[in-house]
Nanobody, 121 residues
Framework: QVQLVESGGGLVQAGGSLRLSCAAS????????MGWYRQGPGNQRDMVAS???????NYADSVKGRFTISRDNAKNTVYLQMNSLKPEDTAVYYC???????????????WGQGTQVTVSS
């Protein structure tokens, strides 16, 4: 019932920018922490950035100073602004959100289906 829908991926040259969006929908009571993960070919899925409902943020060292995570609580949406992109940023990016659905009133993690980001040199 609860679903995360991602958008904004694509192809970009090194040094360029992209903005990813992820909107949670369904029978939602509350959205807690939201974040972005990525998985490149042959790699594990790693945390890129996360943001608490309060606005406190956390970033992987590899993206600090280049990526910015933000959220719109009224829209249950999280964004990832990616600047100064590098070829090593190429990966499938997944949105994750800790959500309490109205049916259970209990916290559960939900994942988006992923969006491809490709950075060419």
């Amino acid at each position: 019932q609860v679903q995360l829908v991602e958008s904004g991926g694509g192809l970009v040259q090194a040094g360029g920018s992209l903005r990813l969006s992820c909107a949670a929908s369904g029978s939602i009571f509350s959205v807690n922490r939201m974040g972005w993960y990525r998985q490149g070919p042959g790699n594990q899925r790693d945390m890129v950035a996360s943001i608490a409902s309060s606005g406190d943020t956390n970033y992987a060292d590899s993206v600090k100073g280049r990526f910015t995570i933000s959220r719109d609580n009224a829209k249950n949406t999280v964004y990832l602004q990616m600047n100064s992109l590098k070829p090593e940023d190429t990966a499938v990016y997944y949105c994750k959100a800790l959500i309490a659905g109205r049916a259970t009133m209990a916290w559960n993690d939900y994942w988006g289906q992923g969006t491809q980001v490709t950075v060419s040199s």
